[in-house]
Each structure stands twice: as C-alpha cells, then as structure tokens.
C-alpha cells in the first residue's frame, strides 16, 4: 500500500502562505488525492480533493484561498495556502480515496 509523507506546515502570521507537500511512496496516478485536516479539539475534515482528471473539490471555508496540485510523475500532492486565516490551524494530512493510508501529518500554526 502506498505510503504518504507530508510537510510544508509552520508557523505563518495571517495573511501568510504555505505549501505543503505530499510524497506518495508508490504511483498516485489512478487515485482521487485529498488534503484534510483536523484543528484542536475538531473533527478531521475534508479541505480539497484532485482526481486523477484534474478536477477539484474544496471546502467552503477554504475556497479561493486554497489550491490542490498533482505532479504524478513526481508522486506528489501539493496544498498552496493563500490568505491564511488563525481558524486555519490544524495538523494537515493527505490521503488517496479508498485507501486507510494515511501520513504522520503536518502541522499548521497561524498565529501573530
């Protein structure tokens, strides 16, 4: 089974940017990728997802902010986070759909 690695999270002031990036062990090419996230004390929840077409879904909360890219050939999975919000704090994880893998996270932190 693929094995999923993020990073890119840190510290940012709002109105900051980050990029987190997802490296898959293993071809992502056949998989709807999807960034989630869980803040304290919150559900895990659904931030953006890319098929394998290159369409895109994202939460309300996060869009026109938030971009999901795919490199398959490189085998990554990329979040740029535009405009960044406090209430955007949380450990970020990525996930291909119908697989229970899921990475170590990174976290995000958007504080002055």
């Known amino acids: 089974q693929v094995q999923l690695v993020e990073s890119g999270g840190g510290l940012v002031q709002p109105g900051g940017s980050l990029r987190l990036s997802c490296a898959a062990s293993?071809?992502?090419?056949?998989?709807?990728m999807r960034w989630f996230r869980q803040g304290p004390g919150k559900e895990r929840e659904l931030v953006a997802d890319?098929?394998?077409?290159?369409?895109?879904n994202y939460a309300d909360s996060v869009k026109g902010r938030f971009t999901i890219s795919r490199d398959d050939a490189k085998r990554t999975v990329y979040l740029e986070m535009n405009s960044l919000k406090p209430e955007d704090t949380a450990v970020y994880y990525c996930?291909?759909?119908?697989?229970?893998?899921w990475g170590q996270g990174t976290q995000v932190t958007v504080s002055s």
């Open positions: 996930n291909a759909l119908g697989t229970s893998t």
């Open positions: 293993g071809s992502i090419w056949l998989y709807t």
């Open positions: 890319m098929t394998p077409f290159g369409s895109t």
